[in-house]
T-cell receptor, first 116, second 115 residues
Framework: DQQVKQNSPSLSVQEGRISILNCDYT??????FLWYKKYPAEGPTFLIS?????DKNEDGRFTVFLNKSAKHLSLHIVPSQPGDSAVYFCAATGGGSGGGADGLTFGKGTHLIIQP | ETGVTQTPRHLVMGMTNKKSLKCEQHLGHNAMYWYKQSAKKPLELMFV???????ENNSVPSRFSPECPNSSHLFLHLHTLQPEDSALYLC??????????????FGSGTQLSVL
């Protein structure tokens, strides 16, 4: 059973508009969440993270929101740029899965396409 | 440059071949990982090494054999693989495996095809 779900395999957004990528989780013990970005033929690279003690974390054009009661997090990119076209993975760790990088559980990813 | 280097980038092998994947990290980290990424599936953790000691083996078949001679190098030895083992194999590192070190640094991966 998937503990981290990204239900949209792909998302198309016009350049300059806001991109919103969603992620749901089922394990209430997760307490740290990360987003990774992956270009073709490259490994995933860390983008932004959030601890469960916060509900928002912002880094430049990227903001992650966490709604613990709904077990939902989202990544907002604004404004979207062509270089943002990539696959975005949501990941979670903590609690029963074991805190730290060895306890990370990943979603399947969402392919974001930024249209000019 | 990524700091985590994997070779080869691509590998095609028959089911009776023996090959090895290599990973090297230049970040001074103590933990290294092997992940498998199959099409339309989440990244699957295979093995974890912390200070050269294997701390996790995620029910991986014995046809995959990891080796970690030191904290900077990690190998994945492959033998008698099956076509369903075709996937992208990613190496990653982190400072340690403990809480507070959740961020992984990935290599570019080895795209493996088993014929």
């Amino acid at each position: 059973d998937q503990q981290v779900k990204q239900n949209s395999p792909s998302l198309s957004v016009q350049e300059g508009r806001i991109s919103i990528l969603n992620c749901d989780y089922t394990n209430s013990m997760f307490d740290y969440f990360l987003w990774y970005k992956k270009y073709p033929a490259e490994g995933p690279t860390f983008l932004i993270s959030i601890s469960s003690i916060k509900d928002k974390n912002e880094d430049g054009r990227f903001t992650v929101f966490l709604n613990k009661s709904a077990k939902h997090l989202s990544l907002h990119i604004v404004p979207s740029q062509p270089g943002d076209s990539a696959v975005y993975f949501c990941a979670a760790t903590g609690g029963g899965s074991g805190g730290g990088a060895d306890g990370l559980t990943f979603g399947k990813g969402t392919h974001l396409i930024i249209q000019p | 440059e990524t700091g985590v280097t994997q070779t080869p980038r691509h590998l095609v092998m028959g089911m009776t071949n023996k090959k090895s994947l290599k990973c090297e990290q230049h970040l001074g980290h103590n933990a290294m990982y092997w992940y498998k990424q199959s099409a339309k599936k989440p990244l699957e953790l295979m093995f974890v090494y912390n200070f050269k000691e294997q701390t996790e083996n995620n029910s991986v078949p014995s046809r995959f054999s990891p080796e970690c001679p030191n904290s900077s190098h990690l190998f994945l030895h492959l033998h008698t693989l099956q076509p369903e083992d075709s996937a992208l194999y990613l190496c990653a590192s982190s400072p340690t495996v403990g809480q507070g070190d959740e961020k992984l640094f990935f290599g570019s991966g080895t795209q493996l095809s088993v014929l």
